[in-house]
């Protein structure tokens, strides 16, 4: 049964910095695309990062690139999502997800009806 659980939300102010855990199960981690999604209030779910299988290819969404980075700890069965420098607008429920048909992430790797396998979410909240 594959499952995927989400965890290290909480509320930091600007500036700051969190990092969250996917933690997965029922299924080998290493060999798939892993997604981390998010959905403020009001909002559709948007992508925010993706990484690859094994050598863990990544790509961002523009406005976190350079303060989000994404990584993975075969090991663990764990995929994070280092957020730096975090602002307001971050501010959302995080999910992660799992792409079940392909090991690299897509060229579309930001459309989410590609993800098959989701958690539950984890809220953050940055305060100003």
């Known amino acids: 049964q594959v499952q995927l659980v989400e965890s290290g939300g909480g509320l930091v102010q600007a500036g700051g910095s969190l990092r969250l855990s996917c933690a997965t199960s029922?299924?080998?981690?290493?060999?798939?695309?892993i997604g981390w999604f998010r959905q403020a209030p009001g909002m559709e779910r948007e992508a925010v990062a993706c990484i690859s299988y094994r050598e863990g290819g990544t790509s961002y969404l523009d406005s976190v690139k350079g303060r989000f980075t994404i990584s993975r700890d075969n090991a663990k069965k764990t995929v994070h999502l280092q957020m730096d420098s975090l602002k307001p607008e971050d501010t959302a429920v995080y999910y992660c997800?799992?792409?079940?048909?392909?090991?690299?992430?897509?060229?579309?790797?930001?459309?989410?009806?590609?993800?098959?396998?989701w958690g539950q979410g984890t809220q953050v909240t940055v305060s100003s």
């Open positions: 997800a799992q792409d079940s048909l392909f090991p690299r992430c897509r060229i579309n790797w930001y459309l989410t009806h590609l993800y098959d396998y």
């Open positions: 029922g299924f080998n981690v290493e060999n798939y695309a």
